[in-house]
């Protein structure tokens, strides 16, 4: 397999403030690469050192076997970029705003850009301006999708996009992967990276804790349950459950973590009066606590 994007030992520090640490990392052609932490892991501060905004520290990167600090035009070139955070021009429409970025790339294919604009529901006559945060993200979106890059570079992609929309972003980057391009996208959002990745990488305080096919991480899946029960709580029926952990009664009101089928909780539930049973997918960095603890992650040889 050909590498496209390469890290050895890349290192970017602010001081006392966390970057990122020796990240090892090799994303192949034509695979979409997760790169998932929780807010301020390093996700940010990985994908604008490979694209030459930010220089490290120490180690290196290339892209397309180029140096990113060699020429990250001719990277640049070839690259859609997606920031977590960005400010256009607030005076231009939307297709003003897109036709402006297709001409800085030599022109796109008209058809294309179209076509993303009514998959991604954009009204291009309206001012930058005037859209919601969920409409300025698809611009952005677009912006680095219209020239059919080689490589995507997208920062929290789907980040203030209705369910519906997501889910057409989603059919995108699957297209993308089938026509041989390549694309790395972080996210906070483990069920996100399982719809589109083949592999991914764990971030956490900088330093990479895993790097697995997208498959492998299902072991990190988990529900957290809150069952509220009209009487006495029936800790032993629940305790020893197939994927139930860290059971925990207060007053009428158990609270688990539930990893796998929900089933065998659902079947002990309806043995007793139940009078609310709650389940949500907890925030990654609940998951991260869950798996790694709050110790630091520790890397062979450092």
């Known amino acids: 397999m050909t590498a496209v ?47 030459d905004h930010i220089r490290p520290t120490s180690g290196r990167a290339t892209i397309f076997g180029i140096d990113t600090t060699a020429d990250p035009v001719a990277i640049h070139k070839r690259v859609g970029y997606l920031p977590g955070e960005f400010v256009l021009y607030n005076n231009l429409t939307g297709g003003q705003t897109l036709e402006y970025f ?35 993200q698809k611009i952005g979106l677009i912006i680095a999708l219209q020239h059919r890059p080689d490589l995507l570079l997208l920062d929290e992609p789907t980040s203030g996009l209705d369910p519906l929309i997501q889910q057409e972003f989603y059919g995108v980057i699957r297209e993308a992967k089938a026509e041989g391009r390549t694309v790395f996208l972080s996210s906070h959002i ?34 957290t349950v809150e069952l509220v029960f009209t009487d006495h709580v029936p800790v032993e029926a629940f305790s020893g459950l197939p994927g139930v952990s860290d059971v925990v009664a207060e007053d009428h009101v158990l609270r688990m973590r ?45």
């Open 5 to 51: 994007i390469q890290s050895e030992k890349l290192t970017k520090s602010y001081g006392a403030h966390r970057g990122i640490i020796d990240v090892d990392l090799e994303v192949n052609e034509g695979e979409a690469f997760g790169f998932l932490g929780p807010n301020g892991a390093g996700k940010t501060t990985m994908i604008r050192t490979l694209l």
């Open 258 to 302: 539930v990893a796998g089928s929900m089933t065998p909780v659902v079947r002990a539930a309806a043995r007793y009066e139940l009078a609310d049973f709650v389940s949500r997918e907890p925030s990654l960095e609940e998951t991260f606590l869950a798996e790694y603890g709050r110790k630091a992650v520790e890397v062979p040889g450092q």
């Open 190 to 223: 483990l069920s996100e990276v399982e719809k589109t990745c083949d592999r991914v990488a764990i971030i956490r305080e900088g330093r990479l804790a895993r790097v697995d096919r997208t498959t492998a991480l299902r072991d990190l899946a988990h529900h």
């Open 102 to 136: 297709a001409n800085l790339r030599g022109g796109v294919d008209s058809a294309y850009q179209q076509s993303l604009i009514a998959r991604l529901e954009v009204d291009p006559s309206r001012r930058f301006r005037e859209y919601s945060k969920g409409n300025k």
